[in-house]
Every structure is written in C-alpha cells, then in structure tokens.
C-alpha cells in the first residue's frame, strides 16, 4: 500500500510499503505494519495477479481471509485467519466495500484491502489480505492407467468413465493432475470439488459438481477410510482418481471417486 514512485534525478528515495505481506499464496499471510495506522478512506492493491477464471456475481468463490485491527496489528479470528471458505458472491455475504473488488479478480489472485470500520472504541482500520483460490485443480497432468477408471473434465465439471471389468479388491489411488501445494496432513479439513460413481453400474453416488460447482469442506478423519487415505499427503492442487473397495467405504458397494483437493487447514503441530 501507499508506495511512493520511482525516484528520479534529486528526489527522495522510494518509500518502504506500509503495510508488508508476505508468505505463499494459499497459506496465512505474514502481515506487518506500524500500528495503529492512520485512519483513511478505504483502498486495495492487488499484490498477486492470479490466471484462473474471473470471479462472477452469484457464483461461488473459494476465498481465505486473513483480517487484522490496524489499531493493535493483531490477527481477528471471527473476520478471518487464512482458513479456506466457501460462499457464492453476493452482497449480502462479502462486504459492500470488498464486493466489487472481486467481481472479476482471477482465481489465484492475492489482494490487500485496507477499510475503515467502527467499533466500541470508535472507527479504526481493517487490514485484509484476501487469497482467492482455485476451484479447480491445476497442475501436471499425469497419464491415466488403461486398467482403472478414466476421468474427463469440461467446463460443466468431472466425468468418469469406468472399464468393462470388474472392480479391485483393495484401495487404488492414481494422481489425474499433480498440483503444486503442500501436502495435506492427517487430521486437517479439507476443501474438495468431487464425483463419486459405483462400480459396477455408473451411478452418480455423490457430486459437489452436480450441487452446483460448489467445493466442500470436509474433517478428514471423518470421511470414510479409503477416501481419507486417498487425500492424505497429496499435493494441494492435485485431482486424484480415489477407487474405495466395500470393506473402506459403505461396506456393499465399490466407488470411485475423482477428487480435486483445492486447500486444506488445521493440521497439528
């Protein structure tokens, strides 16, 4: 924020920002800054350009906030820390002053939003950094085996195509695209986009993509056995095909599930 312009010839010397951020995108941000700050009028910067799709109105964002009192420069748990959150953009469930800054941001997108609020002791100033994630999984993609499952995507979400065979006896788990994040850890929640058909037969068992291409948050310890030890130390980022034997998942049925894992918090330690 407030960065003075280049210097020429007898002028002063670029100013430091006010505000720092740093730290990866996707992970809480290291925010710093000389409290309190001044009391302005709202401003935001755009500290990272992302490349996914636009933000539209009405649609769902996946968004990690991390929200800071300018008066004290401590975190705010109840407005935000950097956890993953899922709602549709409206007015009515991001502020109006943040609203119109995301309509249209790309996924990937790291912003810095600087707002005055009031509160019991008077009007002060928000600092937000706002990470707008992917809804998708993005990455290398990785060749498909011939003798499992294959998985398909377009832009109305995930297909999957089963072989002519019978299904495995026991857990199998191939990377479709290989992200880029940090590995998920035992014990974390997870934000997934996903589809879950039987095998045999092709039924939809479960879809995030047909609710809506709204991802899911999930505890990980709480979904079945085969589904967790699926996820677990894959990359964040990655699409991983998930096929869940009876015995690790309903107890009477094989599914096959094609998992985009988008972000994960709260791991211990």
């Known amino acids: 924020m ?12 670029e100013e430091e920002p006010t505000i720092s951020v740093s ?29 996914g799709r636009a933000l ?14 300018g008066d004290t420069g401590e975190l705010l748990p109840d407005r935000g820390a950097g ?51 992917h809804t998708v999984a993005r990455g290398e993609e990785v060749e498909q085996r011939e003798d499992l499952p294959t998985v398909t995507a377009d832009d109305d ?10 299904p495995p006896t026991g857990l199998e788990v191939e990377t479709v695209i290989r992200g880029s994040g940090r590995q998920v850890a035992p014990g974390e929640e997870v934000t997934l986009q996903y589809v879950a058909v039987t095998w045999p ?7 995030t993509w047909a609710d809506g ?17 699926g996820i677990v130390d894959q990359p964040i980022g990655s699409r991983v095909l998930i096929v869940v034997p009876p015995a690790l998942g309903t107890g009477d049925q094989t599914l096959v599930f094609a998992v985009d894992i988008l972000a994960a918090s709260g791991a211990e330690g």
Do not use: K, N, W
């Not at 995108?25 to 709202?42: H, I, K």
């Not at 979400?157 to 065979?165: A, E, N, Q, R």
């Not at 037969?201 to 879809?207: A, H, L, T, V």
């Open 157 to 166: 979400g995930v297909t999957i195509t089963l072989p002519d065979t019978d």
């Open 2 to 13: 407030a960065l003075a312009g280049c210097a020429g010839a007898g002028e002063a010397p």
């Open 56 to 69: 539209e109105a009405d649609r769902p964002a996946l968004l990690a906030v991390s929200a800071y009192d």
């Open 201 to 207: 037969g092709g039924e939809i068992y479960d879809s």
């Open 83 to 133: 956890e993953a959150r899922t709602l549709l953009l409206t007015r009515e469930e991001v502020d109006d002053e943040v609203y119109p800054l995301l309509v249209g941001t790309t996924e990937g997108s790291r912003l810095l939003v600087t707002q005055p609020v009031s509160g019991e002791d008077g009007d002060h100033m928000l600092v937000l950094v706002i990470d707008v994630l």
């Open 213 to 229: 291409q709204v991802p899911r948050t999930v505890q990980i310890e709480e979904t079945f056995s085969g589904l967790r030890d």
């Open 23 to 51: 730290g990866a995108f996707g992970r809480p941000p290291v925010v710093s800054f000389a409290a309190p700050l001044e009391l302005t009028e709202a401003d935001s910067e755009v500290l990272v350009e992302g490349d």
